[in-house]
C-alpha cells in the first residue's frame, strides 16, 4: 500500500473514528488504558453476545495513531467470535513485531505495517489491541 493511501486512511480514522462515544447501553465490559510517554488515555466499552463480539466503543483522548488504530480495530471485530478475535489480535502484534502475519485478515490495519520503523510509535498502534486483549481474558 503506498504511503499517501495509508496517511489518507490513518487520518480519515482520526477524523472521523467509528463509535468514538460513550454507549448508552448499560452491562457492557469497560476497560481502561493508556500510556506513560504520551497523551493516550482511552477508555473501551465491549459489547459481547455468546461469545461473539456485538460492538465495541471508544472515549477519551489519544493521538492520531491510536485513535485510528482503535477505529479500524472496531471495523474488524464486530460480528467476530473469540477465535476470530484472537486471531486478528495475533496477526495485528505479528505486523507490528515485523513477524510473519496475514496480510488479507488484516484488511485496512495494515496501514500499520511499518510502524515497526518508528519505535515510539508502537505502543499508540498497539493500545487499542492492549484492550482487546485483556477483553479476550474475560470472554
Not at 496517511?7 to 467509528?18: F, R
Not at 482511552?42 to 489519544?62: Q, R
Not at 495494515?110 to 484492550?131: G, M, N
Request: hydrophobic letters at 40%.
Amino acid at each position: 500500500m503506498e504511503q499517501s493511501v495509508k496517511k489518507a486512511i490513518i487520518l480519515h480514522h482520526y477524523e472521523n473514528p467509528i463509535n468514538f462515544h460513550k454507549p448508552d447501553k448499560e452491562n457492557l465490559h469497560e476497560i481502561k488504558i493508556k500510556t506513560e510517554s504520551c497523551i493516550d488515555n482511552l477508555t473501551f466499552w465491549f459489547e459481547i453476545d455468546n461469545s461473539i463480539i456485538k460492538d465495541i466503543y471508544f472515549k477519551g483522548e489519544a493521538c492520531a495513531i491510536s485513535t485510528s488504530s482503535a477505529s479500524i480495530m472496531i471495523s474488524l471485530l464486530k460480528g467476530k467470535t473469540k477465535e476470530e478475535a484472537i486471531n486478528l489480535l495475533n496477526n495485528f502484534n505479528n505486523m507490528i513485531d515485523d513477524k510473519a502475519y496475514d496480510e488479507n485478515t488484516l484488511e485496512e490495519a495494515t496501514v500499520f505495517d511499518e510502524i515497526h520503523l518508528q519505535p515510539s510509535r508502537i505502543r499508540c498502534a498497539k493500545l487499542p489491541w492492549l484492550a482487546l486483549e485483556e477483553q479476550m481474558e474475560d470472554l
